[in-house]
């Protein structure tokens, strides 16, 4: 197996052989650049997410060359039973799932004076209930192996603050929370649980942003520019593979140094 920045992972603990993840929110962003990642380590990798185009063109890219196997599953995780109905879905195909990526997101930007019942309830059910639900449904397999993954992706805006962001923000600090009372409860049976929190990624946000905000940003982390998705790849697999046995709990900020300037 090979990364995308060349060096074989082959017989090293980031190694994936053998393995079965789930990645939310596979099919595009940052979820496809997770999926593949996986997949290269060496994982059999199904994503799920709403848009069954980029499923599919993202599953094509996902498997290309890896030699791993791979499939898709058109869901709204937000939506009640669905996490539920994905996860077992996998179980079917694989008979078993080492590693959850719960990826899958939403953002509704409103004041907080402005915030609808429906907006936060859908910010919060595709973050914090989807991770929960699809947590609940897989643990059990990977207790009996004793061995599993549980990785809640979350953001530096569970940490700090930015306007109109109430629901998103609490829902990323909700996952991290979530993470810490998970992995005390499975730690002893070889599951470790944590968060990724990226800053500011160039994904398909950015195309879409004047020049004056891609300055702000720019002018927001320590490295001066956003991150590129495949910079995500070497936290992710650390946290996926037996390289990062021993950490759990705890949240893996990836940043540019975003929050040591804010």
């Known amino acids: 197996m090979t990364a995308t920045n060349g060096y074989s992972l082959a017989g090293s603990p980031f190694e994936l052989t053998g393995r079965v993840a789930l990645v939310t929110g596979g099919g595009r962003g940052l979820g496809r650049e997770i999926a593949r990642a996986l997949a290269l380590a060496g994982a059999d990798v199904a994503i799920a997410g709403r848009s069954e185009e980029h499923l599919r063109a993202g599953l094509d890219e996902i498997v290309d060359g890896t030699g791993r196997t791979g499939f898709y599953l058109v869901a709204d995780v937000a939506r009640r039973g669905e996490p539920e109905r994905v996860a077992q879905a996998v179980l079917d195909r694989f008979g078993r799932v080492d590693i959850l990526v719960s990826n899958a997101g939403a953002n509704v930007q409103q004041p907080v004076e402005d915030i609808t019942d429906g907006a936060w309830d859908a910010v919060l059910g595709v973050y914090v209930h989807a991770a929960m639900a699809l947590s609940r449904?897989?643990?059990?397999?990977?207790?009996?192996?004793?061995?599993?993954?549980?990785?809640?992706?979350?953001?530096?805006?569970?940490?700090?603050?930015?306007?109109?962001?109430?629901?998103y923000s609490a829902a990323k600090a909700a996952l991290m929370g979530m993470a810490r009372v998970h992995a005390v409860e499975l730690g002893p049976y070889g599951i470790t649980a944590n968060c990724i929190a990226p800053g500011p990624f160039r994904t398909d946000v950015f195309s879409r942003l004047a020049p004056e905000e891609l300055k702000v940003l720019n002018d927001w982390t320590a490295l001066a520019r956003p991150g590129r998705p495949a910079e995500l790849i070497g936290p992710l697999l650390l946290l996926a593979s037996d390289a990062g046995s021993y950490i759990t709990g705890t949240t893996l900020v990836v940043?540019?140094?975003?929050?040591?300037?804010?």
């Open 137 to 167: 449904t897989l643990v059990g397999q990977m207790k009996e192996r004793r061995w599993g993954r549980l990785i809640y992706v979350s953001s530096a805006l569970g940490l700090i603050g930015l306007p109109r962001r109430s629901a």
């Open 255 to 262: 940043d540019g140094g975003w929050m040591v300037k804010a």
